[in-house]
């Protein structure tokens, strides 16, 4: 069973960049294919991006496309998502989240993970 630490949330100023690492333990972080969620206060967990463990496919959202980057580093047993020109509606809690590797087409959905990491603030400043 994989566990997951994220880390690297803070504050930033609108149109500044974060990298949020979340760091695997307990398995081998190649055999998930991961993700990255976002809840805010009063609000439903969204979607962020999410990156395969065969073939390396990425995915993204329209409100985060073109801004955020989902990587790996499976040598490191880690992910990461870089976030860019950061908005002020992009501030919440981040949560990484994984399970096994799968060819099942569909990958953003929150019940599709099994594993999940405590989040990490991301604060924007405007």
């Known amino acids: 069973q994989v566990q997951l630490v994220e880390s690297g949330g803070g504050l930033v100023q609108a149109g500044g960049s974060l990298r949020l690492p979340c760091v695997a333990s307990?398995?081998?972080?190649?055999?998930?294919?991961m993700a990255w969620f976002r809840q805010a206060p009063g609000k439903e967990r969204e979607f962020v991006a999410a990156i395969r463990s065969i073939g390396g496919a990425t995915n993204y959202p329209d409100p985060v496309k073109r801004r955020f980057t989902i990587s790996r580093d499976n040598a490191k047993n880690t992910v990461y998502l870089q976030m860019n020109s950061l908005r002020a509606e992009d501030a919440s809690v981040y949560y990484c989240a994984a399970r096994r590797a799968s060819f099942y087409i569909g990958d953003s959905q929150s019940a599709e993970y099994d594993y999940w990491g405590q989040g990490t603030q991301v604060t924007v400043s405007s």
């Open positions: 307990g398995d081998t972080l190649s055999r998930y294919d």
